[in-house]
């Protein structure tokens, strides 16, 4: 049922996995920055050490060749590249995704490289972060260096992952770097991110020889009831997450809900702007984890709607609703909204408590998470669908932002204590399913 060419992959990011973060001439990032400061990360953690794959990438690629994946999408830290962002190039932190990307290679595992997941250079947030009118042009240097350096190896490019949740918890709510709480900035960050996208794309149509493309997250808007109140609240808060990026770029224009939620803080873009992003793009990435269930509620400033936790529905650590079905719908009304676009599944994973017993992790829960949004993904190919490829989230337990590494989403289970990588019974399941080419 899965077309033969489908790639089966598993993501991860670079500040999430890497540790060493300032090693051999790295600048560093916000993150590194943002989870220095007291009482930003739960329990204190940050990604100094990670998983340590800066160290151990060749063992770790030796593990994903193990498990059978044939693609791997992970993400270039910025400041490794460029320690200050832009200027001189870091070549001992170009060598190391050079050595990753050709390891890949060679054991035929394709790479999917993610330009930006969220680590942007703390030298570039000194000069005004997203917030400065010059961070597409930042964005679009850096992207020429790897451009330059790593397509002959790299066959699919992500410009920025998920630049919702770098605008809204990192800009709007501060619970992500650079934890600013600054509406009114708000809408121009994400302004800024489009045209940064944009601006990439138009290097790599000079310069590039494969498909770039976008990895937003989505989630189907549910209203909590056949309210109009609730129903109205479901749909802007649509708007404001699952079309805020991609209406402008496939569509041209912002939705119309998102003048009407910021208010005056709502600038007047430019004709020009709109135009310069509205681009094409050779496929959409998409991140599903869940659906929100909403209700109306009038102390939600503007947007006047809230996500509620559903009562007595399956649940992650998250406190995420499983609900695979939402994974179909999203990518039928994908296609409804935008037409028929290539789309990967970039990253669809879940976190669990995972209990080790005489080394083994029989973490069936998220053998059955797994199932079921696979099965979701292969319902939506029956109805047509132009999906191409579906990455777990994650490979390892890994930094989960905010949340430290008290959440774990790995198929591959790190010991905190010495690093040690243990393949939990969803890797097992998964090399099984990738040998099958399906169920
Ligand atoms: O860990 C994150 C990832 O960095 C971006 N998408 C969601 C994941 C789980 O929260």
Redesign the pocket.
């Known amino acids: 049922m899965f077309p033969t060419n489908f790639l089966w992959g598993a993501a991860t990011?670079a500040y999430?996995i890497e540790g060493d973060p300032l090693a051999a001439g790295a600048g560093a990032s916000i993150w590194h920055q943002f989870a220095h400061q007291s009482g930003r990360i739960a329990n204190g953690d940050t990604g100094d050490v990670a998983c340590g794959h800066y160290r151990h990438w060749a063992k770790d690629v030796a593990l994903m060749a193990e498990l059978g994946l044939t693609a791997y999408r992970f993400s270039v830290a910025w400041g490794r590249v460029l320690p200050n962002g832009i200027g001189a190039v870091n070549q001992a932190g170009l060598d190391f995704y050079r050595r990753l990307i050709d390891a890949l290679c060679e054991r035929g595992i394709t790479p999917m490289l993610t330009l930006y997941?969220?680590d942007l250079p703390q030298a570039l947030q000194e000069r005004g972060g997203w917030q400065h009118a010059d961070s597409p042009t930042w964005f679009a240097n850096y992207a020429e260096v790897l451009i330059r350096a790593v397509d002959d190896r790299v066959p699919l490019w992500i410009t920025l992952?998920?630049p919702w949740?770098v605008t809204v918890p990192g800009h709007l709510e501060g619970v992500h770097a650079p934890g600013l709480q600054n509406r009114a900035a708000t809408p121009r960050v994400a302004h800024h991110l489009l045209l940064a996208h944009a601006a990439a794309v138009a290097v790599y149509r000079a310069l590039g020889r494969h498909q770039i493309g976008l990895a937003v997250?989505l989630e189907p808007q549910t209203p909590a009831s056949t309210s109009t109140a609730d129903q109205l609240a479901a749909h802007r808060r649509d708007a404001f997450i699952n079309r805020w990026f991609l209406n402008p770029l496939l569509l041209g224009s912002y939705p119309p809900e998102l003048p009407e939620i910021f208010g005056a803080d709502w600038p007047n873009f430019p004709a020009s702007e709109l135009a310069q992003i509205h681009t094409t793009t050779d496929f959409i990435g998409v991140?599903y984890?869940s659906r929100g269930l909403v209700r109306a509620d009038a102390t939600e400033q503007s947007l006047g709607a809230r996500r509620i936790q559903p009562l007595n529905a399956p649940c992650t650590t998250?406190g995420w609703e499983i609900y695979s079905a939402g994974l179909t719908e999203t990518l039928l009304e994908l296609r409804n909204r935008y037409g028929d676009i290539p789309l990967y599944i970039t990253?669809n994973?879940a976190?669990f408590i995972d209990s080790v017993q005489a080394g083994i992790i029989n973490d069936a829960a998220r053998v059955n998470y797994l199932k079921s949004h696979l099965h979701a993904a292969q319902l939506a190919l029956a109805q047509g669908i132009d999906l191409r490829g579906y990455f777990v989230?994650?490979l390892f337990d890994?930094f989960?932002?905010a949340e430290g590494y008290a959440?774990r989403?790995g198929l591959i289970h790190i010991d905190a204590q010495n690093g040690n990588r243990t393949f939990k019974r969803s890797a097992h399941w998964y090399r099984e399913f990738i040998q099958n080419g399906g169920f």
Do not use: L
């Open positions: 990011s999430q997941h969220w992952n998920e949740v997250n991140n984890y998250m990253e994973g976190a989230w994650s890994n989960e932002w959440q989403f």
